[in-house]
C-alpha cells in the first residue's frame, strides 16, 4: 500500500470510529505532514482520496472537513461461534448450488460471488506469457510436464515460499487445477468414508461439500471471526472425535476473513503433530495481505510433513487459467498418483507460461496494486454498508482477501433475504452455505472485490432496507 | 488414408499373409493401374511406399519384386477372455504406477506409453490459437465460461455429434480436463461405494483405478479382441450382480483394438436400457478410424439419456492441452455439479481457443494425416513384430487407435518380461495391468503412435528375444 493510502485509511477510521466528527477540520497540510513525518505531497494526495471518496470536503481557503454525511463505522462481530460438538453427515449442497446459480445469472449485481473482478488482474501480460508458451512449446513437454507437472513454475513456487523464509522443496510440489482440486485431492488422500474432519464454524462451503462428496462427517470447531479456531475447543474435538484430518483456512478465511496469530499457527501445527493429524491448509488468499508482510501460513511450522499447504493463482494472478498447487509433505507420491488417476495433468502450455511470467517479475509489482486495490474497497464497503444496513449491524475488518462477514439482527434470516435479494438482481451468500449444521441464519457474506459502482452502492442500499 | 497408401496396405498384406512370396515379381505398373482401377502414378506411390518400408525390392528394368526376407504376418487373437464371473475388489494400482513410473523415464523406447509421439498433431497452428484466445480474452469470461464450459466450444462439439448423424444437445455437453475427469466424473454421479460395475474383461487400467478408488466391485465381463464386449455373458452378469453401472470402451477399445460392430452396440444399449444401466462410455479414440466413415458410438443408439459419452482432444488434436468433455444425457446436471466442486473448471483460454480452431476449420484435414500415419505405422509395427517375436505370436489389427495387443506363448510372463525390458531402457504395458483378477499374463499392450525408427525397431527386437 502507498503511504497516502495507509494515511488516508487512517484518517478514515478516525472518521468512522468518530474520532474525528462531522464537520470538524482537519489538520492543515504542513501541520499533517509534520505530525505523520511524511512529505506534503503525500498529505495532499491523501486528503485528495478522502475528498473522491466523499469522505472529506475542501473548502476554498480554508482547508479540508470531515463531510457531514459521514457516519460511524458498523462495529466488527466480536463473538467466536458456539457449535455443538457433534460429528454428522453433510447435506448442504443442494443449498449452495441453489445460491451459485442465482449469482451466477447475468448481471445480477455480485455481492454474493466467489471471484473478485477479473478487471484487477494483469490479464494482458498473463495472457502474453502464456501465449508465447502455446507458439513455442515443445512437443515433448506434453509427455515430459506430467503430473507433478512443469518443473519450471514447481521451481518458481519453492523459490516464493524461500523468499516467505520457508523451506517446501520442489518435490513436495504437485500442480493441480485450482486450489480446488489440490484440496479434495488431499483430503481424498488422507482419508476413508466415514471419517470424521475437523473444520471451520463457519466454513468454505466447498470443505462441506467435498465431505458430502466423500462421506465423510463434519465436526465443526469454534472459530473467533478475527482470530480463527480456538485451540482449546480443537483439542476436545480431537479427544473426542479422533478426526483423520483437519482441513482449515488459518489466514484470511473464507467467509470470516480471520486470521490466526503467527504463535496460534504454531501452536496448532504442535497439537495435530502430537495426535499425528494431518492439516489440509487452504491459503488461496495468502497473496492478497494488506499488511507490508506476508503472515507465515500453518505450513511454515511444519516439522513432520503433516501440512499440505494448497494455494493457487486464481485469485492473485491469473482467474480462469486454472493453475493451483499442493505442497503436500509426506502424501506429495500419494496425492500426484490421485491426481493421475483423476485428470492426469494440468494445461501444459499454461504452466509453462506462468512459469515465464514469474521468472520474468512483476508478479509483486501487480501484488502491490491489487492489495492497495482491495484494502481501499473494504474501507468503502464497510463505510456503506455502515450507512446503508440497520443500526446494530456488525462488520469484520479482514487484513487480507475480499469478504466480509457480516452479522445482522437475530431476527433476520439470511436465507430469506438471499431470495430477496435475488429476485431484485442482487447476489448475496447466506450464512447457512458455510456450516454442516445451517447455523449463522442472521449473518451473510458479501465479496468487496469489485469496485463500489454506483451499481453495487445501490445493490448495498437495497441489501439494506431488505435487512432492515 | 491416400489411394497409394491404401493400394500399398492391400499389398503389403498380400506379402504378409503369403499370397504373394519372397521374390515374386509384383505386376507391372501398367498392369496394376489397370487392374485396381487407379492411375499409373498411383500404383508408382504405392511401389515406392513398399519398397521404403522393405518390402519389396526394385530390379532396373525389370520390376518391383517381393523382398526376399518379407515374412507371413502373425495371426491374430481368436479367443474371447473368460472372466471367473465373480465381482471382486481392485487393487490394481501399484502395479499400473510401477510400470508407468518406468515407462516415464527419459529415454525410454516407448513402446508401453499410452501417448502417441506428440509431433503427429498440429501443435503450432493450436498453439496460435490458444495464444490468440489469451492475448485477446476478455475478462469476464473468465466468470461467464464456468462450468459446464464455454458455448461456442459446446456448440462445435454438438456439431460434431451432428455431422455424425447423431442428436447430441449442447445443455448435456460439460467441458472437462480430459476424458479422463470425465469418466471420473461420471462414475461417482452414478455410483456409491461397494456397487459393482460392469467392465470389459481387459479393461482400460484407469477404469480398475477409478473403481479402486470409489470402493466399487469390478465384474469383468467376456470380451473377444476383434468385436469387443459379449453381450449374453454381459446380460448374465447383470442378471447375476446387479450392477449400477457399465462402464466400456465399445470402439477402439484399449488395449484391445476391438471394436462393437453398430448393431451390437445398439443391441447393448438396448439391453441396459431395460435394466436401468447407465453406460459410461468411454470413446476417446473415436477420431482415430482408419476407415473412411466414423462408426457411430453406443450413445448413438441412446434414446433414454442413459449414456454418457466420454471424449477429448488430447487423443486427436491437443495433447496436453486437458480438454475433454462428457455428452452426459440425463446426468448432465449432475455431473457439471460434481465438477463445481472438485476442479470448478476448465482453463477458459483454451477453450475458447480450440473453439475458434474448430470453427475455422482444418481439423478434419489434420484428422485425414493422423489416421494414414496410424495406419501405415499399424502395418509396419505387426510386420516387425512378426519378424522379432517368435512364432506363434498373435497380434490384433484393430481399425483405429494406436494399441496393439500381443499374446504370447502362455509360458511367458509378461511381468516379468516388463522388468527385464525395463532394465535394458524400453517399457511395455504388460497383460495383468488390465485386469482386476490379474489374468493376461502372457499378454502385452503395445503403442505404435510412434514411427519405427531404428530405434523402435531395436526395442522390437530386444522384446522379441526377450518373449523367446
Not at 505530525?35 to 475528498?51: C, D, G, K, N
Not at 511454515?300 to 493453475?323: N, Q, T, W
Amino acid at each position: 500500500m502507498k503511504r497516502y493510502e495507509s494515511l488516508a485509511g487512517d484518517i478514515a477510521r478516525s472518521i468512522h470510529e468518530g474520532l474525528l466528527k462531522p464537520g470538524q477540520r482537519l489538520p492543515s497540510v504542513r501541520q499533517a505532514a509534520a505530525t505523520r513525518q511524511v512529505s506534503p505531497s503525500t498529505v495532499f494526495q491523501a486528503y485528495y482520496l478522502l475528498e473522491a471518496r466523499g469522505l472529506v470536503q475542501s473548502r476554498p481557503r480554508s482547508g479540508y472537513y470531515v463531510a457531514t454525511h459521514a457516519r460511524p463505522l458498523p462495529l466488527e462481530p466480536e463473538t467466536a461461534s458456539r457449535p455443538d460438538g457433534e460429528s454428522r453427515d453433510v447435506d448442504v449442497s443442494e443449498l449452495v448450488f441453489e445460491v451459485l446459480q442465482s449469482a451466477m445469472a447475468l448481471n445480477v449485481v455480485p455481492l454474493g460471488s466467489a471471484f473478485p473482478s477479473p478487471l484487477l488482474f494483469p490479464l494482458d501480460r498473463i495472457g502474453r506469457a502464456v501465449a508465447s508458451a502455446a507458439v513455442h512449446l515443445d512437443p515433448w513437454s506434453t509427455v515430459d510436464d506430467l503430473t507433478p507437472g512443469n518443473a519450471a513454475l514447481r521451481r518458481q513456487i519453492a523459490l516464493r515460499y524461500q523468499m516467505a523464509g520457508m523451506d517446501v522443496g520442489i518435490d513436495e510440489i504437485v500442480i493441480t487445477n485450482g486450489a480446488l482440486e489440490a484440496l479434495n485431492l488431499c483430503v481424498a488422500a488422507v482419508t476413508r468414508p466415514g471419517d470424521a474432519v475437523l473444520v471451520e464454524s463457519p466454513c468454505f462451503y466447498a470443505t462441506l461439500q467435498a465431505l458430502e462428496r466423500n462421506g465423510l462427517r463434519a465436526v465443526e470447531v469454534q472459530t473467533h471471526p478475527r482470530d480463527g479456531i480456538d485451540l482449546d475447543a480443537l483439542e476436545m474435538a480431537i479427544a473426542r472425535h479422533a478426526p483423520r484430518a483437519c482441513w482449515l483456512m488459518p489466514t484470511f478465511h473464507n467467509p470470516l476473513g480471520s486470521s490466526m496469530p503467527e504463535e496460534r499457527k504454531r501452536a496448532l501445527v504442535t497439537l495435530l503433530a502430537r495426535h499425528a493429524i494431518p492439516l489440509i491448509e487452504d491459503d488461496v488468499y495468502a497473496e492478497l495481505h494488506y499488511a507490508s508482510q506476508r503472515a507465515l501460513p500453518a505450513k511454515a511450522f511444519d516439522r513432520e510433513g503433516l501440512v499440505m499447504h494448497c494455494s493457487s493463482f486464481s485469485k492473485s494472478l491469473a482467474p480462469g487459467y486454472r493453475i493451483g498447487w499442493v505442497a503436500a509433505g509426506r502424501e506429495a507420491r500419494k496425492v500426484a498418483r490421485l491426481k493421475l488417476t483423476t485428470t492426469l495433468n494440468s494445461n501444459v502450455p499454461t504452466q509453462i507460461g506462468l512459469a515465464h511470467y514469474l521468472e520474468r517479475g512483476g508478479f509483486d509489482r501487480h501484488l502491490r496494486r491489487l492489495r492497495a486495490t482491495l484494502a481501499a474497497q473494504q474501507q468503502q464497503y464497510v463505510a456503506a454498508i455502515g450507512e446503508a444496513f440497520p443500526p446494530g449491524t456488525r462488520v469484520t475488518r479482514p487484513a487480507g482477501g475480499y469478504f466480509l462477514w457480516i452479522e445482522l439482527d437475530h431476527g433476520v434470516d439470511a436465507i430469506q433475504l438471499q431470495r430477496a435479494a435475488s429476485q431484485l438482481g442482487i447476489s448475496i451468500a447466506p450464512g447457512p452455505m458455510f456450516s454442516a449444521s445451517r447455523g449463522f441464519r442472521h449473518c451473510l457474506r458479501l465479496n468487496y472485490g469489485h469496485p463500489l459502482d454506483a451499481r453495487m452502492q445501490a445493490g448495498l442500499a437495497t441489501l439494506g432496507r431488505l435487512a432492515a
